[in-house]
């Protein structure tokens, strides 16, 4: 299954893959000619080593953990990283996009970011000019430690194009430049970016041979994602090639004793650093750090730090939502206070949404929590059929954030033609649809063969713009 | 035969005595002379010559300790080879104690070393407050331990902030903790789950607390109001 990021989401890689030998791809449709490179950075976030930028000039890391692949299979760069081979020092891999010329990242009309284990696709994050205003370079992804490797969707732009790229990985790229490789893919890329003679990009790196696109000196290995054997797989058991033991947390890695003390052996469930508002600490907890008022699932808190009170009076929006969505499961409780709130339910995958404007509809027994500044508006979409007599969803709008759960990795489906969606399997769609209930004959006869006449599809249809509905693989 | 199961399921070189077997089985090399406690039933395969004892008379004399109705029940695991142990598809967490004190949840126990200290210990503060009380399994010294959490857990350090847990939610904490009680109800609503007594556990001091994303279905007391 292809896991569908949207910008800013975050996981373990482990969480999409098994495989720590993966293929990176960055398709990137837009005018002018943009460069994609990967820059290895150490937990302060600066390029340390510029061994470890991987761009055109310099196609592979000393110890070919990452390689540059160049365009294939659709993918205007693609590079191969071998996660347990990257060095120690190294906290995080960021791939960024860098327009060579005129024009700026708004122009992109396509792009995605996705990764490939095993010859399967198992990641997507697809991007677009909308994300981006006159940005002329883009940070793409991370693909970053947190006791384990994980990956995140990061879609941010630069308005400096790459020399303010580099300058907020490297620092100073004037002071550094005559040393370093790196300012040579900046030159003539940005107008108005002087790198000082000398690095000229005529003049790579000794060392490093390959002329830009090429393939990478290891091309004896299958440039493709076809995984390569570990290095340590001298066993003959079958789980050791590959993709590995599917599932096994790459952290405790064969062969590698594990050190004693139980804070040490706990070091992958650490808190995750607070980023924002809503922070996610694993697929199914949430971080959200008070200062304005939020709104959570009642009995969703699992732990807090700080002086936190939680108030169950009903009153205010909260009385209002809950009066009407009471009967569908949805009671509210008011966080306030400072202090650092955690939140789950019932080990259900939670999903962060920043809405930035636009607007969403949830399903009322998906919604976890969310900020009180957003508008909301309770509405029912009726139907002689549905138990209750409608079914009580909450649109949101505005500035602000929603957590959703769902019980499962979701699916979100584009709405082109008809889409249909069981009414207990909808998390979430997008407003400005015209939705009506599918007759339950039809419905049984000749979309769900054989169930029961409780099953309810909604059909969804959407004309222009990007429509989508989200649904679990859980009916409740 | 071809497919995934086969390829990528496999077992793992054992290089500890316990390891992580994907991230909800367990696996613990049994030799001669290190015994270990595991959870009853928790075993889903071995290989080599293990026995199980859910009746040892090291664990008699415990036996008073446990709340009716609490259900742990721990097995004494003796022999050589490896040892497969899960819990209902909980994750499990494998920690390596080095000569420190864990309390663990007894929900959440999956397996512990037999020559580690431990004892059964009611949390301060729940019984106070429910008249019932939560039973946490106490390891110390130097060691292997096996959780188990309901969904991936998170740890919190305590000697950041004072930090309150839902009692449901608590996997672990370092002995030694100051633990107080906290009720958070206020106008008579409720927190924590259903409609039981609405209080958290507030933890400080030097160490840090294992929450679960999830309550646990099985009743924490008794009684629930």
């Known amino acids: 299954m292809v896991a569908q990021f949207t910008r800013g989401q975050k996981s373990q890689i482990s969480a999409v893959t098994a495989g720590t030998d993966l293929y990176v791809g960055v398709h990137l449709d837009a005018p002018g000619d943009w460069d994609i490179s990967c820059f290895g950075l150490d937990v302060d976030g600066k390029l340390s080593n510029d061994d470890y930028f991987v761009f055109f000039n310099q196609p592979k890391s000393p110890e070919e953990s990452i390689q540059l692949l160049g365009a294939q299979a659709g993918d205007h760069e693609s590079f191969r990283v071998t996660l347990d081979r990257v060095p120690d020092w190294i906290d995080r891999l960021a791939f960024c996009a860098a327009l060579d010329g005129a024009g700026s990242a708004a122009a992109i009309s396509s792009g995605y970011f996705r990764l490939v284990a095993g010859g399967e696709e198992v990641l997507r994050y697809t991007f677009s000019g909308t994300d981006f205003t006159a940005e002329r370079a883009v940070m793409i992804a991370d693909l970053y430690r947190k006791g384990v490797w994980r990956v995140a969707a990061v879609g941010q732009g630069f308005a400096g194009g790459l020399a303010e790229l580099i300058r907020s990985f490297g620092g100073e790229v004037e002071d550094e430049a005559p040393s370093e490789p790196e300012p040579a893919v900046g030159s003539g890329a940005v107008p108005g970016f002087g790198p000082p003679s000398g690095a000229a990009p005529s003049a790579p790196a000794p060392g490093f041979g390959v002329p830009a696109g090429a393939p990478p000196a290891a091309a004896a290995s299958p440039p493709a994602p076809a995984p390569s054997v570990p290095a340590q797989s001298a066993s003959p058991a079958p789980a050791d090639t590959g993709a590995g033991v599917a599932g096994v947390e790459p952290s405790p890695a064969a062969g590698q004793r594990v050190q004693p003390g139980a804070m040490v052996s706990l070091t992958k469930f650490r808190e995750t650093p607070t980023v924002g508002r809503w922070t996610k600490q694993n697929s199914k907890m949430v971080k959200v750090t008070l200062g304005a008022e939020a709104l959570a699932l009642r009995g969703s808190m699992v732990a807090y730090q700080g002086d936190v009170e939680f108030d169950f009076k009903g009153s205010g929006i909260r009385g209002f939502i809950e009066n009407k969505l009471t009967q569908q499961g949805l009671k509210l409780m008011t966080c306030k206070g400072t202090g650092e709130v955690f939140l789950a339910e019932d080990a259900s995958d939670l999903h962060i949404v920043e809405l930035n404007g636009d607007s969403l509809c949830v399903n009322a027994r998906n919604i976890l929590a969310f900020d009180t500044t957003l508008n909301t508006e309770v509405k029912r979409i009726e139907s002689a059929g549905i138990p209750g007599g409608g079914l009580f969803h909450l649109e949101v709008s505005g500035q602000g954030t929603i957590v959703v759960k769902t019980k499962g990795p979701p699916m979100t489906l584009p709405v082109n033609g008809p889409t249909f969606g069981d009414m207990n399997a909808l998390v979430a769609w997008s407003v400005g649809m015209r939705i009506s209930v599918s007759s339950q004959v039809r419905v049984t006869r000749q979309i769900y063969g054989g169930a029961s006449g409780e099953a309810l599809a909604m059909q969804f249809m959407g004309i222009g713009g990007n429509h989508f509905i989200v649904v679990q693989p859980f009916e409740v | ?225």
């Open chain 2, 1 to 225: 035969m071809q497919g995934t199961l086969t390829r990528d399921y496999g077992p793992t070189p054992i290089t500890d005595r316990m390891s992580n077997h994907g991230s909800k089985i367990a696996k613990v090399m049994i030799e001669p002379g290190k015994d270990l406690f595991a959870r009853a039933g928790s075993m889903i395969a071995y290989e080599g010559l293990i026995d199980f004892d859910a009746q040892p008379p090291q664990l008699r004399r415990m036996a008073s300790s446990w709340a009716t109705g609490e259900g742990v029940h721990l097995m004494t695991c003796t022999g050589q080879g490896p040892l497969y142990l899960a819990d209902y598809g909980k994750e499990v967490v494998v920690v390596k104690l080095d000569n420190e004190a864990l309390s663990i949840n007894g929900k959440n126990i999956l397996a512990f070393d037999a020559d580690l200290h431990w004892g059964i210990e009611r949390v301060k503060g729940v019984s106070m407050l429910s008249g019932m009380g939560m039973f946490n399994v106490v390891l110390r010294g130097s060691g292997w331990a096996a959780m188990t959490s309901r969904g991936n857990p998170v740890v919190l350090d305590t000697r950041e902030a004072p930090t309150f847990v839902d009692t449901d939610a608590l996997v672990a904490f370092t002995d030694g903790l100051s633990v107080q009680p906290r009720r958070t109800a206020r106008l008579g609503g409720l927190i924590g789950r259903g409609s039981g007594e609405a209080f958290q556990l507030g933890f400080s001091g030097q160490g840090f607390v294992v929450v679960q994303p999830s309550e646990d279905p099985r009743p924490n007391f008794s009684v629930r109001g």
